[in-house]
């Protein structure tokens, strides 16, 4: 169903009547208004586009022209269906085209007006109620929507089988999408991967799967690549700081920032700073930005090398002093300096 657009020589605010149309469907349950809103939502994705992936044939983005296809309609007035997407649809940065109401549920696709929704009919009354010309037409058409355009819970629910639990969040670290699949998704893990890289590129660039619960005493995970490269070394940002990590030999946990933010408003300028189990320094890096000096221990020397680089890479390399020893010594080492009161921190 469409009514013409401003300056298509009709009184109708296109904007104001597609609103008050999706919503008046929307109460009835019977469109799907996020199909809608996409599809009238050029300019958006164009930009993102502009700023991020390349763009794909003759200035059309992959995901551009994956909106919708159309690949078939039944009707004999071809012209109808030729302006679907817009006559300009991807050269202007607005959408300008007339607007559509897709009435997406297959139940209705060979119904006449007498047996469409109700809102519908009132739509097409009211309107001819009004203009000697009706300004709305009830078309047929099929759409096609290609992988691109469905979100990842909407592809998974469509591949695995019925009943599975769509494994749709995910943790992030750095350019890295970290699953946690149940047993029951294992004989899918590399499909599911797929659908994640797919659906999160190109910020995400590898898809693992936590393979054991962590045993070791540096509390490195071991992990599966499903999908993507293969390298777990990775840039992270965490409250507006930038780490270096290898996921493959160091401990990180993202989900541990709020709790690094509480530790660090207990500290003041005059503290001095000993962080035992440092890893590769979220919390010895924050401090030494607000406290007189930071002691940074670790027992994983691999954790030690990345506590270094990072603590390079934000020049407090003086501020840090780090260590790579078993904690009690290092408490015994720092205690036998006579620092006063020092902080430690287990955890
Ligand atoms: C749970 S992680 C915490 C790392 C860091 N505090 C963070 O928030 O990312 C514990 C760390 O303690 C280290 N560790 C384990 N046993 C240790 C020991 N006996 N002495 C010193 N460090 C140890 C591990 O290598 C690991 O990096």
Known sequence: IYGK???????????????????????????????????????????????GEKRGVKGVGRNDMAFV??????????????GLLGEDFGKRPKWRGSTRLLLLDEQYANKVLDELPEAIKVAFQEHDGQCTRSAFELV???????YDYWQLNEVLEALLPKGTTIPSAFETVGHIAHLNLRDEHLQYKHLIAKVVLDKNR?????????????????RTMQLEVLA?????????????????VDLASVYWNSRLATERQRLLSCFTY???VCDVFAGVGPLAIYAAKKVKHVYANDLNPCAVEYLERNSALHKLDRKIEVFNMDGRRFINI????????LLFRAW
């Open 270 to 272: 005059s503290d001095i």
């Open 5 to 51: 657009a401003e300056g298509d020589g009709e009184l109708l605010n296109s904007v104001l009547y597609r609103d008050k149309l999706a919503r008046t469907f929307n109460s009835q349950g019977y469109v799907n208004f996020r199909n809608l809103a996409k599809i009238s939502r050029s300019k958006k994705k164009k930009k993102m586009m502009d700023g």
């Open 228 to 244: 993507g490269n293969n390298s777990l070394v990775t840039t992270l940002v965490e409250n507006g700081l930038r780490f270096q």
């Open 202 to 218: 190109p910020k995400k660039k590898t898809v693992v799967n936590k393979v054991d619960a962590i045993h070791n005493d540096y």
């Open 140 to 146: 047929k058409c099929k759409l096609t929507l290609l």
């Open 334 to 341: 720092q205690s036998s300096y006579g620092l006063g009161s």
């Open 69 to 82: 296809e159309v690949v078939e309609c039944e009707e004999s007035d071809v012209d109808d269906f030729s």
